[in-house]
């Protein structure tokens, strides 16, 4: 019999799947977690919750690391462009140059293939099915897709059953549409505003990121120094002086 994985990133989608896999009693014989080193610390507050219900129940738990400290690879890695040119790091990881993306990817696939036939679960949420590779891969099943659960109901699901994300003393999911990593650069302008009001201390970390690398977090004109220029400015034209939000 193939054994059970399910990857999860403990964030409301892998989440809820994993919580509803127990419920439902479906067959699980193992977790899978990729570490960057970079997550929120709610997302290990909600791993350490939620580890002593996988060993009452014997399911092995297993956390995977990227092969460098993720900050090796996006500040200190000799890495050589398309043209030719070096630089220092990846830079940041999102939008077009996604290389954190694929080492997970890269990382669980290889564990995965080591570990035999096997069935892995994946926590993608129903609305997001589009995202299902169109040539099916052997294996990998997608429990929220087929239960037609979306984002928004998976979310609600895990604050029912006791899980907040709880940041700076607000819901995580209140200030972001995705909790991945803090430095992803695929962070919408809605959402960094949220780090610069509400999360002061992963705003901190952002700007110590961007003045250790050259290029912006959101593309030309846009490093983390000028959005918080933006965010000030903005506060000052709706309050008429540099106060709280």
Wanted: aromatic share 14%; glycine share 8%.
């Amino acid at each position: 019999m193939p054994e059970h994985i399910a990857s999860v990133s403990f964030g409301k989608d892998s989440l809820c799947m994993l919580l509803m896999l127990l419920e439902k009693e479906y067959p699980l014989d193992e977790v899978v977690f990729y570490n960057t080193g970079m997550e929120f610390q709610a997302i290990y507050d909600t791993r350490d919750k939620v580890l002593p219900l996988l060993m009452e129940r014997g399911i092995q738990y297993t956390e995977l690391h990227p092969k460098n400290p993720f900050l090796y690879d996006m500040l200190e890695r000799p890495v050589t462009r398309k043209d030719g040119t070096k630089q220092k790091g990846y830079s940041w990881c999102g939008r077009s140059v996604r290389w954190g993306t694929r080492m997970k990817n890269d990382t669980i696939r290889s564990y995965l293939r080591k570990k035999g036939p096997c069935i892995q679960y994946v926590g993608l949420a129903h609305d997001e099915f589009k995202r299902i590779p169109k040539a099916p891969v052997e294996g990998k099943v997608y429990p929220l897709v087929d239960w037609r659960i979306p984002g928004g109901e998976a979310l609600a699901y895990c604050y029912s059953k006791g899980y907040n994300w709880m940041e700076n003393g607000k819901p995580l999911y209140s200030i972001l549409d995705n909790v991945s990593c803090w430095c992803c650069a695929n962070k919408s302008l809605k959402e960094l505003r949220g780090y610069y009001y509400y999360l002061p201390e992963y705003w901190e970390k952002l700007k110590d990121l961007q003045r250790s690398t050259p290029y912006p977090m959101r593309g030309p004109r846009e490093n983390v120094f000028e959005l918080e220029e933006r965010f000030i400015e903005e506060r000052r034209g709706l309050y008429g002086e540099e106060g709280g939000c």
